[in-house]
T-cell receptor, first 114, second 114 residues
Framework: AQSVTQPDIHITVSEGASLELRCNYSYGATPYLFWYVQSPGQGLQLLLKYFSGDTLVQGIKGFEAEFKRSQSSFNLRKPSVHWSDAAEYFCAVGSTNTGNQFYFGTGTSLTVIP | DTEVTQTPKHLVMGMTNKKSLKCEQHMGHRAMYWYKQKAKKPPELMFVYSYEKLSINESVPSRFSPECPNSSLLNLHLHALQPEDSALYLC?????????????FGSGTQLSVL
């Protein structure tokens, strides 16, 4: 069965510091992997996605993620965090086997301190 | 137009009320979804419509009744809800069945059941 694990429930970083949010997945085939960001009371905004090809994926807002098949990971990174990056971040794996289904991780809440 | 529009943005209803949530997209997408999201939790899939036909129902209580009157519109009819049904309800659409390359989420309807 497909599953997504985000080990860090909450992360606090200083503005300007680098950021890495962890995501591990369990999936039988080559997965479709996504990172979404969500501000309070808002919908989900897609940051980036990986389907195939280059394992380093560039996204919006200066984010990038690297797919590592050997580690079953898809960690999100940003070299310098801005206060506006404070939000909830969800990693997701997509499956087309039984219709389009998304499996979301439990999320990581990011706090940015001045 | 690359938006999924949800109305209303906020809804407060009593347990005896009947209300409806509306979702609209004009991207020609043929798969549409309803998700439920409690605070600080990941979205949970409720229903999937593919080509206006219900393809997935994740054992959702009958007090939630989805409807897809045409390829652009998705409704969620609510009746006799419970306070624990208070949540953010997200609509999403994708270009076609088994295509996760273009999946868009709306901003959601924040529902409070009193």
């Amino acid at each position: 069965a497909q599953s997504v694990t985000q080990p860090d429930i909450h992360i606090t970083v200083s503005e300007g510091a680098s950021l890495e949010l962890r995501c591990n997945y369990s999936y039988g085939a080559t997965p479709y992997l996504f990172w979404y960001v969500q501000s309070p009371g808002q919908g989900l905004q897609l940051l980036l996605k990986y389907f195939s090809g280059d394992t380093l994926v560039q996204g919006i807002k200066g984010f990038e993620a690297e797919f590592k098949r050997s580690q079953s990971s898809f960690n999100l990174r940003k070299p310098s965090v801005h206060w506006s990056d404070a939000a909830e971040y969800f990693c997701a794996v997509g499956s087309t086997n039984t219709g389009n289904q998304f499996y979301f991780g439990t999320g990581t809440s990011l706090t940015v301190i001045p | 137009d690359t938006e999924v529009t949800q109305t209303p943005k906020h809804l407060v209803m009593g347990m005896t009320n009947k209300k409806s949530l509306k979702c609209e997209q004009h991207m020609g997408h043929r798969a549409m979804y309803w998700y439920k999201q409690k605070a600080k939790k990941p979205p949970e899939l409720m229903f999937v419509y593919s080509y206006e036909k219900l393809s997935i129902n994740e054992s959702v209580p009958s007090r939630f009744s989805p409807e897809c009157p045409n390829s652009s519109l998705l409704n969620l009819h609510l009746h006799a809800l419970q306070p624990e049904d208070s949540a953010l309800y997200l609509c999403a659409s994708s270009s076609r069945d088994r295509d996760l390359a273009k999946l868009f989420f709306g901003s959601g309807t924040q529902l409070s059941v009193l």
